[in-house]
């Protein structure tokens, strides 16, 4: 009889961002000047002193297996961090490390999910949140956010969205692929919802370093003792500490989900990295300095893609505020001919980018929008303009 694979497994998309950029980094190894915007990961290398912490941990002979949910030297560091910043009160035992943040919300779902569970997820949405969903069983709910809500959730969305199989909603502040950061009152008014509706919230703040202006970070699970025990927080240090190759991510949650999640990863993955649990107590525990330098790096170029964006004609975006990313309205752009044909789809405007302009965007049909592009900030300030300069072109070239 003819064998089958996994429904599931091919039901699975592939990671439309990885794609663009392996496309951007295959022409630029041909030679191709290729400006790519859609790099998920800060451009800096990762600060000395957490490499440093790295080569001690191997020279020290730190290179076995660990406890599964990670070494507890790394987890009481991560409880003070979360107390300190996040002003979240966790123990060791609700602490899980694992391999990076999508290795997190793996475990995550795997925990709380049975066949059929529905978890809402606000769009646009990281890409690898339904699939990540899909995987563990559960039913993505899409809730459409729109430009004049700034692309975030309101309470009175999430309160419609709940049915009875409801089991959590995913909030991403600061956002990918918006830059859009949720206020206080925005995320008390939803953990007002999430307790009546007695549902878990999953608040991945993985950019939580990176916010701008006049907003600052608000954990929703410090909001109070009730939306606390319904919260799980996942972060990690890819994006902070320009550590996105050392796969390190960490959750706090109740200490009922974080041993199912340890349960779980025993089985997949052993425990994370050994030497990068020693390279993450340093990022955490060591000087800051770096992380402050980043950010106003990444600042500067975040007011100078967003005013030139502002400037050109046909397209809209909102000024983000958190994370790396332009989150770019580009509809007007797909009734527009070029070469005689007309654009029509997001993908084939990303395509005529990359192939007749050296210029890779992240096409974000995939993160729930059709019509929009998202451009990273984390690529050099040079760089940036020489892109922006041939988006421009591109823009002007239409008919």
Request: aromatic residues 8%.
């Amino acid at each position: 009889m003819a064998l089958t694979l996994s429904r599931k497994a091919q039901e699975v998309k592939p990671s439309s961002t990885l794609a663009i950029t392996a496309k951007a980094k295959e022409l630029k190894a041909q030679g191709i000047d290729v400006v790519g915007f859609g790099a998920g990961e800060p451009d800096f290398n990762t600060p000395e002193n957490i490499n440093n912490a790295a080569i001690k941990a191997i020279h020290d002979g730190f290179t076995k297996y660990t406890p599964a949910a990670g070494i507890e030297e790394l987890k009481k560091a991560i409880c003070t961090k979360f107390a300190n910043f996040n002003k979240l009160q966790y123990q060791p035992n609700q602490i899980v490390i694992s391999n990076g943040g999508k290795h997190s919300l793996t475990n995550i779902f795997t925990a709380i999910l049975n066949p059929g569970d529905e978890v809402i997820i606000p769009a646009p949405f990281w890409l690898s949140y339904p699939e990540i969903i899909k995987l563990s069983g559960g039913v993505p709910v899409i809730v459409r956010c729109d430009k004049t809500q700034n692309y975030k959730l309101t309470a009175e969305q999430l309160e419609e969205a709940c049915t009875d199989k409801t089991k959590a909603v995913i909030l991403n502040t600061p956002n990918n692929p918006t830059g859009m950061v949720y206020s206080k009152e925005e995320l008390q008014a939803i953990a007002d919802v999430v307790v009546k509706k007695d549902i878990y919230v999953i608040a991945d703040e993985m950019y939580e370093n990176l916010i701008y202006g006049e907003d600052v970070h608000v954990s929703i699970g410090s909001l109070g003792e009730e939306i606390y025990k319904r919260t799980i927080t996942c972060s990690g240090v890819a994006k902070s500490y320009a550590m996105t190759g050392w796969r390190i991510g960490y959750t706090g949650s109740s200490v009922e989900i974080a041993k199912l999640m340890g349960s779980i990863q025993s089985h997949q993955t052993s425990n994370p990295n050994s030497i990068a649990q020693k390279a993450t107590v340093e990022a955490l525990t060591g000087p800051q300095k770096t992380v402050e330098v980043m950010k106003y790096e990444f600042n500067k170029r975040r007011e100078y893609m967003y005013d030139r964006l502002s400037k050109m004609p046909l397209i809209d975006t909102v000024e983000p505020t958190g994370a790396f990313y332009c989150f770019i309205d580009i509809g007007n752009l797909l009734n527009k001919s070029y070469k005689g044909e007309k654009v029509e789809t997001v993908s084939k405007l990303a395509a005529i980018l990359i192939d007749d302009y050296n210029v890779a965007v992240i096409p974000c049909a995939d993160f729930g929008f059709d019509d929009h592009i998202r451009l990273s900030y984390a690529i050099s300030l040079e760089q940036i303009q020489k892109g922006l300069d041939r988006i421009e072109k591109f823009i002007n070239d239409l008919a």
